[in-house]
């Protein structure tokens, strides 16, 4: 059975940085393509940034371009996503994903879900 591990996310202040991490179990072949969306209440879940396997520079929302920054380490089948200059519009709750399709259109797309991680950015 698949799974999606997260950790990182917290509370902090605008122009601070976090660090978020999604690792997959429970198969043997890496996805093909791991990333991120986030959920504000009422709101459905947006696109933040994702990375195809074998070092493809990755995509990002216009909204953190320039800001986050998605790596994976494809032994350890893992997803980071590094998150600078942070933003009160950046507070949500941050959803790994995992697909074996590309690209991701929708999160109607996505066969596979990290448990969340909250992200507050406030002063």
């Known amino acids: 059975q698949v799974q999606l591990a997260e950790s990182g996310g917290g509370s902090v202040e605008p122009g601070d940085s976090l660090n978020l991490s999604c690792t997959a179990s429970?198969?043997?072949?890496?996805?093909?393509?791991m990333g991120w969306f986030r959920q504000t209440p009422g709101n459905e879940r947006e696109f933040v940034a994702g990375?195809?396997?074998?070092?493809?520079?990755?995509d990002y929302s216009d909204s953190v371009k320039g800001r986050f920054t998605i790596s994976r380490d494809e032994p350890a089948k893992a997803a980071f996503l590094q998150m600078h200059n942070l933003k009160a519009e950046d507070t949500a709750v941050y959803y790994c994903?995992?697909?074996?399709?590309?690209?991701?259109?929708?999160?109607?797309?996505?066969?596979?879900w990290g448990q969340g991680t909250q992200v507050t950015v406030s002063s």
């Open positions: 994903f995992a697909a074996d399709v590309y690209p991701i259109t929708s999160d109607r797309s996505v066969p596979y």
């Open positions: 429970g198969r043997t072949f890496n996805f093909l393509y």
């Open positions: 990375q195809l396997e074998r070092g493809y520079s990755g």
